[in-house]
């Protein structure tokens, strides 16, 4: 079978047509006062289309949510941007009508720079709540970073340091896809590392299938010279998001800004894709669902303090939501997570969570059991509800490793859901209590 | 106004009646095979009234649920109770079969050292879940017990030692109501650190009522000699609960084992309470209700690792659901519980918690504050979602203190909810990953 997409080096610079910039203008040190920060770490970006594209995005489903939030809901209605102004360091969220006017701001110096319409601009900003943005740096630093925008990968790579907050390494990728003969490329980058587990909509509102409750600030701004229509373009994001951002968790806190774009500007020529049931379609998918998978699982890799990944998948429920509940117990369990960190297979905490969940369980019936990743030698903890005769030694040696798949099975039904999880660590809980004589270092 | 109660010496024997005594027969070395066990902690306790008395239950929602709690939910139902055998060490959940059996036997071994009916006898166990109970033992454990009992003060304490798990201490309390003339005690013991955030209902099935997704094992056994029927008995015994045990939470894990346990034995001779309409039933609700409370508080202050032990009360809400469910967030929330831990008065993660909750929410209508315990003394960081004047440095020291109140109004409704919630420490990670070189470290 052939591989309909291939990976290629770089990332939001990797498609046609797109020019990008990170620098730094020193806003987590003026937002807080006094600040931590060591060096001059970037903190604000540019992305831009040397043409209009069409736009698609998700956004938190938390009913507090930064006005950056609430200006790219009402934007991406229209279909049409150009450019994305991202800054780190202070999220704009509860910021109140300040916070909204900094918002629009942002996207107006940035169409002024580069004689757009603002409303092709859309904005994203990450870091502590409550706290107003310190607009004459960041208005300086987007003029700075306008002069600087190239296609390079090292421009690429500024601005995927820009976006982090407590990540410790920038979040790319790049891939390749034909259709119809033309080669298109679609290239990505993402941040996150503490308050993950995202929920996002289309608008920002809550849909009965969105599973609340989650999540910290992530954000990740696609670009693609596909042509494809908007709408169809959302739809495919809201696929995408569906299977990866929407199925991740670090510490269970869903942010105030969690936010994907995409832009698509038509410069690889191909076919407009302008229907959701095409074989272009199907292609386009399948490469920005891998383009999202990947950049989804690098934050739980590169979450805060974490040090192990688990993939928890959970089988035989009822129903989707009760897999997913089920999953989200297990995977948001503060007793099962630092079991993980201990590297030990302690299932009675999984099954515990599994039985407080929302999920239909019947403990007669439950299968616990531990593999490699996306293997399928399972060694079984637990069978219809109890013990097997796994040893506790090798039980451990099926969660020593780095990463590792849970395989529950609730064994009542034929629906499944995953989640992408990570231990709680003494690491995690050092970084988050900050220090409070130093301002500088407490996170969103 | 007179005050209807008062705080008494003692606990669970200090009621007339009532005998008791914990000893050691080394449940946990023997559960695990190899065991961490320091000294012979006291691991089997015996609970008897001199003549059969009523009994109120209260039981884990979870689904998955240990044999023991099947065993008192049936026989609670029968309103009569005179002995209640409880072991530490060993949660008999997920046992199957054999631990229903194990279960069942330790109440014969109880029955037949007593001759008593063994309907007569409750059963509760705490402690690692899915090993099998180490019968030979736990038996000859009950029958050393079982020539202990005494209704001294000293046997009261073992008893509360030998429920204790991952607990530092004995919790205990006992007060004095007088009802028609007549004193009666009330005593009570309760243990419980970690996998704490019960939501119990009287049958173990899920009220709708009973908010779920919550706690780690609590145990608490409360004895009277007050007069009062089962039914009405339940009736105060639920009342007490959910303004208590319910509204606790260490770590958001609900156990399969939590459990409440009143025995009235009526040998203080006051007129029966036989309706809830009665003033006796008042005074005695009001007294039992001060009993549940200080031991729920107990499990909060004594949780694994907790240094900081805050009352989240959150007003204005539509619906006490809605209230529920935001007090809940945030009690659970990793980032807020880490950030309490640091002494860091992070406004915004609450928001950001609120926000993701059930809770109809409006950003720029909530008020978050902070008090010492009690106090109406209020510092606002937050007024109708914008930050107030008040000083990084003031809100710091609100709070600093070991404990204090978060005050959060949501300004568009009149319910109201709170919860009795712990930090979230680097000593509660290291406890709970434990050491899998040594299994007798590793809990529940």
Chains 1, 2 share one sequence.
């Not at 959970?314 to 989707?320: L, S, W």
């Not at 079991?339 to 302690?346: I, K």
């Not at 399972?378 to 040893?391: A, E, M, N």
Request: with cysteine; proline share 3%; hydrophobic share 40%.
């Amino acid at each position: 079978m052939k591989v309909p997409f291939k990976v290629v080096s770089g990332s939001i610079t990797a498609p046609k047509g797109f020019r990008a910039a990170g620098v730094f203008c020193d806003i987590k040190r003026l937002g807080t006062g006094k600040g931590s920060q060591k060096g001059k770490k970037r903190d604000i970006a540019l992305i831009i289309s040397a043409v209009p594209a069409t736009v698609a995005g998700m956004f938190t489903t938390n009913q507090v949510c930064a006005a950056p939030v609430k200006v790219c809901v009402e934007r991406v209605k229209g279909g049409i941007a150009q450019a994305i102004v991202v800054n780190s360091g202070n999220a704009n969220a509860c910021t109140g009508k300040q916070g909204m006017k900094d918002a629009l701001e942002m996207t107006s110096v940035v169409a002024d720079q580069f004689h757009l319409s603002k409303q092709y601009v859309l904005v994203g900003s990450t870091g502590r709540i409550g706290v107003t943005m310190p607009m004459e740096n960041v208005k300086s630093g987007i003029k700075d970073a306008a002069w600087r925008v190239n296609s390079t990968t090292e421009n690429a790579n500024q601005v995927a340091e820009a976006i982090m907050t407590s990540d410790t390494k920038p979040k790319q990728i790049a891939v390749e896809v034909q259709l119809g003969g033309k080669t298109v490329t679609i290239g990505g980058i993402c941040k996150g590392a503490g308050m993950i587990q995202p929920g996002m909509s289309a608008t920002g509102a809550r849909p009965a299938a969105v599973p609340q409750g989650l999540h910290a600030t992530m954000l990740s701004f696609i670009t693609t010279d596909a042509a494809i229509q908007a709408s169809v373009l959302q739809v495919a994001l809201e696929e995408a998001t569906a299977q990866s951002f929407n199925r991740i968790t670090v510490d269970g806190d869903m942010s105030t800004n969690d936010t994907v774009l995409v832009l698509a500007n038509a410069l690889a020529e191909n076919d407009a894709i302008t229907s959701v049931k095409s074989k272009d379609f199907a292609a386009f998918q399948t490469a920005l669902n891998y383009v999202c998978l990947e950049l989804a699982k690098m934050i739980v890799r590169d979450g805060e303090g974490v040090s192990r990944f688990v993939t928890v998948r959970v089988n035989g429920a009822k129903t989707f939501a009760d897999a997913d509940s089920a999953a989200r117990a297990v995977a948001n369990s503060a007793l099962v997570k630092t079991s993980w960190n201990g590297g030990d297979p302690n299932w009675g905490r999984i099954i515990d969570a599994i039985g407080y969940s929302a999920a239909t369980v019947v403990e007669e019936k439950v299968d616990i059991g531990y593999s490699a990743p996306g293997s399928k030698k399972i060694i079984l903890s637990l069978k219809r509800g109890q013990p097997t005769k796994s040893t506790f030694k090798a039980l451990c040696a099926a969660v020593a490793p780095k990463e590792f798949d849970l395989h529950i099975n609730l064994n009542v039904g034929k629906a499944g859901a995953l989640m992408y999880a990570a231990d709680l660590t003494e690491e995690y809980v050092e970084f988050n209590k900050g220090d409070v004589t130093d301002p500088g270092s407490l996170g969103g």
